[in-house]
């Protein structure tokens, strides 16, 4: 029954939370790379790099954490000249060259390239080098093109093939591959043109899964109600029937057990129980917490899967 406690988990976050601020999005993500260099750049100046780049792309709202590994942004990095000034303490001067390519790595298609010299100083050869690559902010005009080059570019590529995903989906779901096929659709960004028909195929597929689980919850909280009808054992009910989605195929036959409970116990002043018996009416945070639920489903299969792999169907 894991999926619908990711549904509990939401509902009550999202529920606590106004549910008028919250909306449902989803970043482009860019992994970043290790640098390819034919100088020699030690492990810490690699590391940096990374962090710059992922700080760069958060900036201008794209994530840099991925579990699809579609995008990769790849760093080239090459000292030109270094010159060591004679001062207490020394002054170490290099002068660089920095490339960024934004790559399809399922396809290996370059979606944009940016290259600029810069000049780096420091007490030592690797502060110089951090320095260097401390100026790659988006702050930088050419550098932010790139950036908004690769985002549309990207953009772009996802609205021609956003409804090929969504129908593999569906066609993974059909065979009871739901976690895998909500792994899919949330590849698709929030700037895609397809991506309310993503969110939509996501809360069905999600769906599809509470519908499975819904008699096994119901019957458990009957024979927890059976076994005492004073409310002691109430947190349990709750959380049986609130991982329910009153729109499961089921939930009928819910509402009739929640009548039940509450005609033959003093509910009124518990506040998670109100809150079960009123969540129909508050659609939007239902629809909120459904999404949430049916992403952490598919980060979960791809963390259990150490390079899933997109094969779109044509």
Same mark, same amino acid.
């Given at each position: ?47 940096? !790099?990374? *962090?710059?780049?992922? &700080? @760069?792309?958060?900036?201008?709202? +794209?994530?840099? #954490? =991925? ?47 940016y290259l600029a010299d810069f000049k780096g100083i420091g007490n030592s ?7 260097s690559i401390r100026q790659l902010r988006k702050e ?34 059909? !065979?009871? *591959?739901?976690?895998? &096929? @909500?792994?899919?659709?949330?590849? +698709?960004?929030? #700037? =895609? ?122």
């Amino acid at each position: 029954m894991r999926y619908l406690n990711l549904f509990i988990l939401f509902w009550g976050i999202i529920t606590v939370v106004n549910a008028q601020e919250l909306s449902p999005s989803n970043q482009i993500a860019i992994a970043t790379d290790d640098i390819y260099s034919t100088s020699n750049i030690p492990s810490s100046i690699n590391s940096q !790099m990374h *962090q710059q780049l992922s &700080a @760069l792309l958060s900036s201008v709202g +794209i994530g840099s #954490e =991925s579990y699809y590994n579609r995008f990769i942004i790849r760093p080239t990095y090459e000292i030109a000249s270094k010159e060591v000034i004679e001062s207490s303490p020394p002054k170490f001067v290099i002068d660089v060259s920095i490339g960024l390519s934004v790559v399809n790595t399922f396809s290996n298609k370059v979606f944009a390239t940016y290259l600029a010299d810069f000049k780096g100083i420091g007490n030592s050869e690797g502060r110089a080098m951090a320095a260097s690559i401390r100026q790659l902010r988006k702050e930088n005009a050419q550098l932010s093109r790139f950036i908004n080059d690769a985002r549309k570019k990207i953009i772009d590529y996802y609205d021609s093939i956003a409804d090929r995903i969504i129908k593999q989906a569906y066609t993974l779901a059909s !065979m009871n *591959q739901e976690e895998e &096929a @909500l792994f899919q659709l949330n590849e +698709i960004p929030e #700037e =895609s043109k397809s991506y309310s028909k993503a969110l939509e195929a996501m809360v069905a597929i999600f769906q599809q899964m509470s519908d499975r689980e819904c008699s096994e919850r119901l019957l458990q909280a009957r024979a927890l109600w059976a076994a005492s009808k004073h409310g002691s054992n109430l947190g349990e009910i709750v959380e049986l029937i609130g991982g329910i989605s009153p729109k499961a195929s089921c939930y009928n036959d819910v509402k009739a057990f929640i009548k039940e409970v509450g005609r033959k116990t003093d509910l009124i002043e518990n506040r998670e129980w109100q809150l079960l018996v009123n969540r129909e009416k508050n659609q939007h945070a239902l629809y909120m917490a459904q999404i949430e639920a049916a992403r952490a489903v598919g980060i979960a299969f791809a963390k259990r899967n150490t390079q899933p792999q997109i094969n779109i169907i044509r």
